[in-house]
């Protein structure tokens, strides 16, 4: 398995960066600036797709873009969990792009090619996160994405939009410079080398307890992955648009942190060392407080935005409680539900915005009987949300279903328990939604025509619930990937 | 007791030093009046030339000015004449606390100019206002 | 070590061209704006011939007017002194074109007198990085800081009062300088840096060694405005004229910070520097807290400008912890984060520059919406906080990925968190402010693009160095590899 050296992966990521340039260039013609910002994401995710086979025969490629630091380069590299990242995250700023431009017009939003060309520096960095080669490289494009993000989720520019700013760069930027940075260094010190090496590299070097530091350190380090008490930004950042609430925080934010927790664990602690100094139960139970605590959150929530935004803590800690198993199996439902839940929760915050372009709502209490003005908006809510929960022929179930297994595999029965209990508090959150807009009676006075968003936020939303479906049938690759990333043999 | 002040009396070059260097000391932090500390600032450095000169003076050394030929021809001991070095050195001190007094005057003429006044606590108090 | 008079020309050219403008510059106004970035350029160009030729055949060494040392002043450039040369002419010249408009502006009628001594400065911070001889740095400190007295009192208001207060603060810590050379000139007899560390070692004097140690630190803290003895700095900096604090700040105290290294790296060996753990900790405790100190403080300013004269302030701290913390990652951190933190410091005050050309003020206040009418300065603003917050792949985040490495390699924990808590609290800083330029007034909770936004960028001579620097530095930051494995590796002694 010797990567080959290949300048695609940076391609993949300057293509979005540079990309920015004609976005911010064609300010007033927004149907040129649509075109770019929906040719560079096809350009985008072809690239990405090329990547793929090779990865798949276990080649793998590598770049270094410059030796900034004396042994520790800016270096890409491609393997089996960045690609995984890598695809979902591309293939879904597609649809995204389609969807941004119905809803930004749908709502004649402000400052729209500030929007687009931040949309576009997010994606570029969060394409480094998955492809980075070592942890200062990922930490680099960590910290760009937390700042692209921030002219997104203030884009309102309203006291709200002020404080959430304000929370979202308290959390993220505080605990990765407070938290993420030194730990880094401390790795640093302690083994000389940052490179993601399978089997981690301080195997044998550092202490049982240096290792708990560390740990906890990168653990709440990288909040963006929401575990709690650092959970606190993301119910807040729902003041963004819609589509930057979708995919920022639905896959790209939200999963480059777990992405980030995945890779730490992995190629940097070690799952075995982790596991000889008996400290993936720290993981574990971070998690699994975090899983249970969100989802009764969610339940309390009204906001369809906020219920949704609890609801992805709770499922990132599905995937950060995936890390924390002894089983290999059980990992592999960690790394496979980071592109389970995205394609899930994606559709439900399209189907979320969808209702709200359309009808103006954001509460659930006001959507009794909508789901008969918006039926098809429903239909994909209604699938996403199966997926989110775990249920059969969705693509969540797979990812579950490894989890279960994996609980069984490593004797956890303590996280049989908690996955069994938040599957049934996720669907005691989203059901009531679905049943609510197709069985309630819908209150007095209002139009009861039908009345579905415009094509562009329409069309994305079934087909990334379609795709949701498809995930269930058609795993095999993605398996794949993510056997090869916990190392397992296919 | 006899020790402590014989050590006072062989060193006498440095308890001088250090007394005016702090008597400028204290003029330079104490004194509320800035042409004060301007003159406080000058006796220390006044303290720190005096300290320079007296390390250049040897035990029975003349005054380092001595015939060219002798000289040349290396017959001096140098032990009988006192380091030239130090004076020379302190030449341009003094040069660059002169510059420094300038420019300070300079300054301090702006500041009356400004405030009409160069008590520091006056000056203080119009700047509040 | 080959002779060569090439790194002369780098002191001459602003030197000359310092009396040419004193004279000419009466005349005719238009030949200041030739006179000044000509010399610089040169002086630029020179600086990096110096340089090249260093890199190539090591050290130069000029004996100024042949007299062989140890008797005769003796001109050093190495690969550290080199570095510098290149970095004051660059920050000189790049700051000069922001200086030459608000000179214009602030100081109508008085720019050759201005720049006269803006030059000289630069032609004593040359000297300064360059020479070989104890009393000489001596003179030539006393240069610099007479003719930044100067600049600083051409200013408006309290500026004079500032500059006095500078004045006396700065003459006392040239005091304590010189009595350290003097210590040490009874100790070794001579004043050549090279001769020094010749005999030092065979000394056996560590008490008197010490002292002479102590005074000539404590004199260079106090130029440096190493925390407590900071006191000056605030006000001199933020009283002066834009156009001197431009070129002033980001210079002054690295090149004092510079003097430190020269002084621990060629007089002393590393053995006699921290022969006391005890003392050399109690001064990285000493970092510790001015980094926290300055920080704090500067989150209570109401106006950019001084809030960045306290960040200035913390930054010292990074630099002197650095240094004693006695191993090489902190050392290179530490001569890293002169080159970084000069270029940080300028690209922040070019900002301030900019800003008050256009609106006459920084107070935080004013800046509400900047980010509508000076998109441009903002945007490097925005580099420049985040190279202060330490963002990779801005130059900042490396040297304090050093000097943390250097703080965990010797066990400081406490430097390590306030170089973490410091990064923290300028990130508040700086947020605070492009939060008040982002969002601008907000009428009722709510955000009103168009009112009183109107696009309003700063001309093209304080626009086009500012870019320049922003660039640099992430260009700085991506090179760090090279710098360090070309320039600064080659400094740090074997004994590390």
Redesign the interface.
């Given at each position: 398995m010797t990567p080959s050296i290949s300048i695609w992966p940076l391609l993949a990521i300057l293509i979005s960066l540079c990309g920015a340039i004609p976005i911010l260039l064609s300010n007033r013609q927004p149907n040129l600036r649509e075109s770019w910002t929906i040719l560079i994401a096809l350009l985008k995710l072809m690239i990405v797709a090329s990547l793929l086979p090779g990865v798949l025969y276990g080649e793998g490629y590598i770049f270094t873009i410059?030796?900034?630091?004396?042994g520790v380069?800016?270096e890409l590299r491609v393997d089996a969990l960045g690609i995984l990242f890598a695809l979902v995250a591309s293939f879904l700023w597609l649809f995204t792009s389609i969807y941004s431009i119905g809803y930004m017009r749908a709502l004649n939003e402000?400052?729209q090619t500030r929007y687009f060309a931040s949309f576009a520096v997010a994606i570029s960095s969060t394409l480094g996160i998955a492809f980075a080669g070592n942890l200062?490289t990922m930490?680099?494009f960590y910290?760009?994405l937390s700042?692209s993000t921030y002219?997104l989720v203030?884009h309102?520019?309203?006291?709200?939009a002020?404080a959430s700013?304000?929370k979202y760069?308290t959390y993220i930027?505080?605990t990765s410079?407070?938290l993420a940075?030194?730990a880094m260094?401390?790795t640093?010190?302690t083994a000389g080398t940052l490179d993601f090496t399978a089997g981690g590299i301080l195997t044998g070097k550092a202490s049982p307890e240096l290792l708990a530091l560390l740990l906890v350190l990168f653990l709440f380090g990288f909040a963006k992955a929401g575990l709690i008490p650092f959970h606190g930004w993301l119910p807040a950042a729902m003041v963004a648009p819609t589509p930057v609430s979708s995919f920022l925080h639905g896959v790209a934010v939200v999963k480059a942190g777990v992405f980030s927790i995945f890779r730490v664990v992995f190629h940097i602690l070690g799952p075995e060392t982790l596991q000889s100094a008996n400290l993936n139960v720290v993981i574990t139970t971070v998690a699994s407080i975090t899983l249970l605590v969100a989802s009764l959150i969610a339940l309390t929530q009204d906001s369809m935005k906020r219920r949704l935004a609890y609801s992805t803590v709770g499922q990132l800690s599905y995937m950060v409680l995936g890390a924390g198993m002894i089983s290999a199996v059980g990992r592999l439902g960690g790394v496979m539900h980071l592109a389970m839940h995205a394609f899930g929760k994606i559709t439900l915050f399209f189907c979320a915005g969808a209702i709200y372009v359309a009808s103006k709502k954001k509460y659930i209490s006001q959507m009794d009987g909508l789901g008969r003005r918006m039926p098809i908006t429903f239909l994909a809510f209604f699938l996403g949300s199966l997926s989110i929960i775990g249920m059969p022929p969705l693509g969540g179930f797979i990812s579950k279903w490894n989890l279960v297994i994996g609980t069984v595999d490593g004797g956890q029965y303590v996280l049989l328990i908690v996955l069994l209990v938040s599957s049934l508090l996720n669907a005691a959150y989203f059901l009531p939604i679905v049943y609510r807009a197709f069985f309630a009676d819908a209150p007095a006075g209002e139009e009861t025509g039908w009345k579905e968003a415009p094509l562009f936020c329409l069309v994305p939303l079934c087909l990334t619930a379609l795709g949701s479906m498809l995930l269930f049938f058609f795993h095999d690759t993605l398996l794949n990937l993510a056997q090869m990333a916990v190392g397992i043999a296919p | 007791m006899e020790q402590i002040v014989q050590e006072i009396v062989a060193k006498y070059n440095y308890w001088v030093y250090v007394i005016l260097m702090m008597i400028g000391f204290y003029a330079m932090i104490g004194k509320r009046n800035l042409v004060k500390k301007l003159l406080g600032m000058n006796i220390f450095q006044t303290a720190i030339i005096l300290f320079f000169v007296s390390t250049g003076v040897k035990k029975g050394g003349r005054i380092p000015i001595v015939d060219k030929y002798s000289g040349l021809a290396g017959t001096i001991d140098p032990n009988t004449i006192d380091n030239p070095l130090p004076h020379v050195l302190m030449l341009t001190a003094i040069v660059v606390g002169v510059s420094v007094t300038g420019v300070a005057l300079a300054v301090l003429q702006r500041i009356y100019r400004e405030y009409g006044t160069l008590e520091e606590n006056e000056i203080l108090e119009k700047v509040r206002r | 070590m080959t002779s060569s008079n090439l790194h002369m020309y780098v002191m001459a050219s602003p030197l000359v061209a310092a009396l040419i403008v004193n004279l000419l510059g009466r005349f005719s106004r238009r030949s200041i704006p030739w006179l000044v970035i000509g010399s610089l350029v040169v002086a630029l160009g020179g600086a990096l011939a110096v340089l090249a030729a260093v890199i190539d055949h090591g050290p130069l060494r000029y004996t100024v007017g042949n007299w062989t040392p140890p008797y005769g002043i003796e001109l050093v450039v190495d690969h550290l002194s080199g570095m510098m040369l290149v970095l004051i002419t660059l920050v000189a010249l790049i700051a000069s074109f922001s200086s030459l408009k608000s000179v214009e502006q602030e100081l109508p009628g008085e720019e050759h007198f201005f720049f006269t001594l803006y030059l000289i400065l630069i032609a004593g911070l040359c000297g300064l990085v360059m020479t070989g001889d104890a009393f000489n740095l001596y003179v030539l400190l006393e240069i610099t800081s007479i003719t930044s007295y100067g600049l600083i009192a051409m200013g408006r208001g309290r500026a004079p009062l500032s500059s006095f207060n500078y004045i006396i603060m700065g003459s006392i810590g040239a005091c304590f300088y010189l009595l350290g050379v003097g210590y040490m000139y009874i100790l070794t007899g001579t004043l050549n840096m090279a001769d020094i560390a010749r005999i030092l070692p065979n000394l056996n004097a560590p008490v008197a060694t010490a002292t002479a140690l102590g005074f000539l630190m404590v004199g260079l803290w106090i130029k440096m405005a190493f925390f407590p003895l900071h006191g000056w700095l605030p006000n001199a900096y933020s009283h002066a004229p834009t156009g001197a604090g431009t070129m002033a700040a980001p210079l002054m105290t690295k090149v004092t910070v510079y003097l430190m290294v020269r002084i621990i790296l060629s007089m002393y060996t590393p053995e006699h520097i921290y022969a006391s753990a005890a003392v050399k900790s109690g001064i990285v405790w000493a970092a510790a807290v001015a980094i926290i100190c300055g920080s704090i403080l500067a989150f209570g300013q109401k106006d950019l400008r001084r809030m960045l004269t306290y960040i200035i302030v913390a930054e010292v701290g990074y630099m002197v912890g650095g240094i004693f913390l006695g191993n090489a990652n902190g050392l290179t951190g530490a001569i890293l984060h002169i080159i970084n933190d000069a270029l940080m410091t300028l690209c922040l005050f070019l900002v301030v520059a900019a800003i008050i050309y256009r609106q006459g003020t920084v107070a935080l206040v004013s800046l509400q919406g900047l980010f509508y009418r000076m998109p441009l300065t903002m945007a490097a603003f925005t580099i420049g906080a985040f190279a202060m917050i330490g963002v990779p792949p801005t130059c900042g985040f490396f040297s304090k990925w050093y000097l943390i490495l250097g703080g965990v390699e010797a066990g400081h924990w406490e430097f390590v968190i306030a170089l973490v808590v410091s990064s923290l609290i300028n990130a508040v800083l700086f947020f605070r402010i492009i939060e008040l330029a982002y969002f601008g007034a907000l009428v009722d909770g709510e955000h009103h693009e168009h009112a009183a936004s109107e696009r309003h960028e700063a001309s093209f001579w304080l626009l086009k160095p500012l870019m320049v620097t922003a660039v640099l530095l992430i260009v700085v930051g991506l090179g760090t590899g090279v710098l360090i494995d070309n320039l600064i590796s080659l400094v740090i002694p074997a004994g590390f």
């Open positions: 410059a030796e900034v630091l004396p380069p800016i402000h400052a200062l930490y680099l910290e760009m700042l002219p203030t309102e520019q309203n006291a709200e002020r700013g304000r760069l930027l505080g410079i407070g940075l030194p260094l401390i640093y010190a | - | -």
